[in-house]
C-alpha cells in the first residue's frame, strides 16, 4: 500500500509542475493542448525475480502528455497488466503509475520518433506477492499519423528496486494518441 501511496504522490507532483509552467514560445504561437493517448501493453518479465509476478501481463496503459515546447513534453500515466495466462488461480495484477518526460525527434519520414525517460512505481494489486517499487524508466516510441490522431509503438524497460532485490521489466505498448 505504501508503494501505491508512494507512487501517485510522484505523479501527482509532475502533473502539478508541468501544469504551472510557464508557456514556452512554441505554445504562444499555436494552441496549448494536453495530448491523450491509450493502448495495449503486454510487459515481459524474467522468470525467477523476487519482486514482482514473472511471465508475460497483459494490459492497458493510458497517458496524459502535456508539451512544454516544440520538443518536450511532461507525461503522467497509468497502466494495468494482469498475468492471467497460467489460469485464475495463478493470476496476478500490476499498477503502473508513471511520470515521464518525452523528447520528440527531428522527423523522417512518415514518422515521429521519441524518446521517453522518467520514474515509475511497480504495484501488485494481488495478495502474497512482494510490495513491488519505485523504477527507473526509459525507452524509445514512434507515433504515425493519422488524419486527427496519431498510432503509436513503444517499447519502456524500467529497472524495479525491491526492497531487497532489483528486476527488469520490458513493457510492449501499441495505441491511439488524440
Known amino acids: 500500500m505504501r508503494s501505491v501511496i508512494y507512487a501517485l504522490r510522484i505523479s501527482a507532483v ?18 496549448f493542448t494536453p495530448r491523450f493517448g ?12 523476487s519482486i ?11 497517458r496524459i502528455a502535456l508539451p ?5 513534453s ?14 485464475s488461480d495463478d493470476a496476478a495484477y500490476l499498477a503502473t503509475p ?3 518526460l518525452i523528447l520528440t525527434l527531428p522527423r523522417r519520414g512518415e514518422g515521429v520518433r521519441y524518446i521517453i525517460g522518467g520514474i515509475a512505481g ?10 513491488g517499487g519505485p523504477a527507473l524508466i526509459a525507452g524509445a516510441g514512434w507515433a504515425f499519423p493519422l488524419r486527427e490522431s496519431s498510432f503509436y509503438v513503444e517499447i ?18 501499441l495505441g491511439v494518441i488524440f
Not at 510557464?22 to 504562444?28: F, H, I, T
Open 38 to 49: 491509450v493502448g495495449f501493453e503486454a510487459t515481459v518479465v524474467p522468470v525467477g525475480n
Open 122 to 131: 511497480y504495484v501488485p494489486l494481488t495478495d502474497g506477492l512482494e510490495p
Open 74 to 87: 511532461a507525461g503522467v500515466g497509468l497502466g494495468v497488466d494482469g498475468f492471467v495466462l497460467g489460469g
Open 14 to 31: 509532475v502533473a502539478l509542475a508541468a501544469a504551472m509552467a510557464a508557456p514556452a514560445s512554441a505554445q504562444r504561437r499555436s494552441t
Open 98 to 100: 508513471e511520470a515521464t
Open 52 to 62: 514482482l509476478q514473472d511471465g508475460l501481463g497483459l494490459g492497458i496503459h493510458g
Open 156 to 173: 519502456v524497460p524500467a529497472l524495479v528496486v525491491g526492497r531487497s532485490a532489483a528486476t527488469v521489466a520490458i513493457p510492449f505498448r
Open 68 to 72: 512544454l515546447n516544440a520538443d518536450l
